[in-house]
């Protein structure tokens, strides 16, 4: 059974940094590309970033680009979420996504079999 925990969310001030981590057990970890979605509320989930199995490409959401950091640690099955620079319009519950039949990555939720309980996170101006 393929499970994902997320962590690392909070509350911060406009300008702050927060790292999210997303644990994957259940299944080789170095088999999933793996993605970062959020939503906030009365908003559609939208994508943020993901990964390839190798960790060695990345795609980024327009609006996080050059704040936001997707990297991963197949060692430990984890992967992460440097969020520097934060605005109050980061404000959102964030999921982390994984599915082994990707290529590289999918910015499409619908493309990810599995899904975290979510994480949230609140920027205050």
């Known amino acids: 059974q393929v499970q994902l925990v997320e962590s690392g969310g909070g509350l911060v001030q406009a300008g702050d940094s927060l790292r999210l981590s997303c644990t994957v057990s259940?299944?080789?970890?170095?088999?999933?590309?793996m993605g970062w979605f959020r939503q906030a509320p009365g908003k559609e989930r939208e994508f943020v970033a993901a990964?390839?199995?190798?960790?060695?490409?990345?795609g980024y959401a327009d609006s996080v680009k050059g704040r936001f950091t997707i990297s991963r640690d197949n060692a430990q099955n984890t992967v992460y979420l440097q969020m520097n620079s934060l605005k109050p319009e980061d404000t959102a519950v964030y999921y982390c996504?994984?599915?082994?039949?990707?290529?590289?990555?999918?910015?499409?939720?619908?493309?990810?079999?599995?899904w975290g309980q979510g994480t949230q996170v609140t920027v205050s101006s």
């Open positions: 996504a994984a599915d082994t039949r990707l290529v590289t990555f999918s910015t499409r939720g619908y493309n990810y079999e599995y």
């Open positions: 259940g299944r080789t970890f170095s088999s999933f590309a």
């Open positions: 990964i390839n199995r190798s960790g060695g490409v990345a």
